[in-house]
């Protein structure tokens, strides 16, 4: 009994190093009292060495993580200047992974609900601010992850105020003055009043009325569709409405369906995405916005395997098959560009989770998107084995593949890995050589065509 302790102090204080030089200390006392409890228990020395080696390896990776946030606001700190007049506030967003900190003035103008605050950001445009809380993070995490993807997301902004002190996030829902956001509640009362498709727009205002009044529930399997397909008759009943616009909103609210599953994001309720509407010539023209205000962690009245999509709690799942059998015509190119990418998005959305959320939060949030992404992948490989890919699709994925990796090779530098040196590196290389073979092939298809051609 006294060897086999003598043999895990000995194991722990080995690995007490790393810790050390970052700056925990453990006593003693306290190594003794661990090697003690260890050494009762009826594991082999070897499985409590593999124990040992797990939780300090753990305990390493949760101090370099909080380390990396705290030198972060260190950074903030040290960028700011005395706030100039006319500003209450500083703004840090990130443009393509590029941390961007300015001065702001921020006004309430009301209350959304008890979470909700729409504000006004330097007199002109229109934002909504969620209170400052533990899952903030997640809003900066959604943006990011939609640039990968190419996905309009809100504008969305840390708020610190003059002490660095931060105050909540905000999304800014950018329209011009000659354009007017609608979410889709209330695009629903604006079809009401300027709609002439009188059929659809009494079809629209049934379904709708009926399902407010039952509340969030679950969905059965036959209710998908018809929840879906209720946006997309919205979409038909706009005044003024042409067939190309439709499809183009059509193809924007289906991706942003599947960027949803992707990012885990939970609330996806009528509220938090809607339509830009323009009247700049003598007719209306439309626009998908930007979505904001995701939750993307946990909703007490919500399972890990469940979302919500307008009116019903759904099985992520399950809302994802519907989305690839109804509509893969319009949401292929995005399931291709998460497919072909999967490893790179993988390490990439890591890196960008790391950047804003605790480690508990971090370990727990990055584990659900993997786990979606996984999931997306297996069900586009089923597709794809069913339904080939044409040569125009294939043309068109190598073309978005390309602009994925041009896109995110800059960008990727950004985020240094927190636990080893040299894996932003190595995945930047991978990027960089991905695009130097893509580049030669393109190239060498040129030539072989040049060389068949009859000059």
């Known amino acids: 009994m006294e060897e086999k302790k003598a043999a895990i102090i000995n194991h722990i204080k080995e690995r007490l190093v790393d810790l050390k030089e970052l700056g ?46 705290a030198t972060l606001k ?12 006319g500003n209450n506030c500083y703004l840090l967003s ?20 008890l979470f909700l605050t729409q ?32 996905i309009d997301y809100a504008k969305t902004y840390r708020v610190f105020d003059g002490d660095m ?23 629903l009362r604006f079809v009401k009043e300027e709609s002439p498709s009188f059929t659809l727009r009494t079809e629209l205002e049934d379904y709708h009325d009926k399902n407010i009044r039952l509340g969030l529930r679950n969905a059965k399997s036959t209710e998908y569709k018809k929840n879906i397909e209720y946006v997309l008759k919205l979409f038909k009943a706009l005044p003024d409405i ?15 369906k599947v960027f949803e599953i992707f990012t885990n994001s939970l609330n996806n309720d009528l509220t938090n995405t809607g339509i830009i509407v323009n009247k700049e010539t003598l007719k209306y023209t439309y626009r998908l916005s930007p979505a904001y205000n995701k939750h993307i962690t946990n909703l007490s009245n919500l399972k890990e395997n469940e979302t919500i999509c307008n009116f019903f709690i759904v099985d ?3 809302l994802l098959v519907t989305l690839i059998n109804n509509y893969y015509k319009d949401i292929k190119e995005l399931l291709s560009l998460i497919y072909n990418n999967k490893d790179n998005l993988i390490s990439i959305v890591e890196d960008v989770i790391k950047e804003h959320l605790g480690y508990d939060e971090f370990n727990k949030y990055y584990d659900r998107v993997k786990e979606n992404i996984e999931m997306i992948c297996d069900l586009v490989k089923l597709k794809k084995e069913s339904t080939p890919d044409s040569e125009k699709d294939e043309e068109k994925n190598k073309d978005n593949d390309e602009d994925f990796l041009n896109r995110i090779a800059p960008y990727i530098a950004n985020y240094e890995d927190i636990d080893s040196d040299n894996k932003g590196n190595s995945l930047l290389l991978g990027i960089v050589t991905a695009i130097l073979f893509i580049t030669i092939g393109i190239i060498l298809l040129a030539i072989i065509a040049i060389s068949k051609m009859n000059i």
Do not use: C, W
């Open 119 to 150: 504000v006004i950001i330097n007199n002109n445009n229109v934002g909504y601010k969620k209170a400052n809380s533990e899952d903030n993070g997640a809003e900066l995490i959604v943006s990011d992850m939609a640039y990968l993807l190419k």
């Open 74 to 85: 260190e950074y903030y700190i040290s960028s700011i200047d005395k706030l100039k007049k």
């Open 242 to 256: 042409t067939d190309e616009n439709i499809s183009l909103l059509k193809k924007d609210y289906l991706n942003l």
């Open 24 to 69: 925990k200390i453990y006593t003693d006392e306290k190594v003794n009292t661990l090697a003690s409890k260890l050494a009762a228990t009826d594991r082999t020395l070897e499985e409590i060495k593999e124990l040992i080696d797990k939780k300090f390896s753990n305990e390493v990776r949760k101090i370099n993580h909080n380390n990396h946030l």
């Open 316 to 318: 992520k799942r399950e």
């Open 94 to 113: 990130y443009e393509e992974g590029v941390k961007v900190l300015e001065q702001a003035n921020i006004k309430e103008k009301k209350d959304i609900n």
């Open 165 to 187: 002190n931060p105050q909540g996030i905000i999304n800014s829902i950018n329209a011009t003055k000659k354009e007017r956001f609608l979410n889709l509640e209330e695009a």
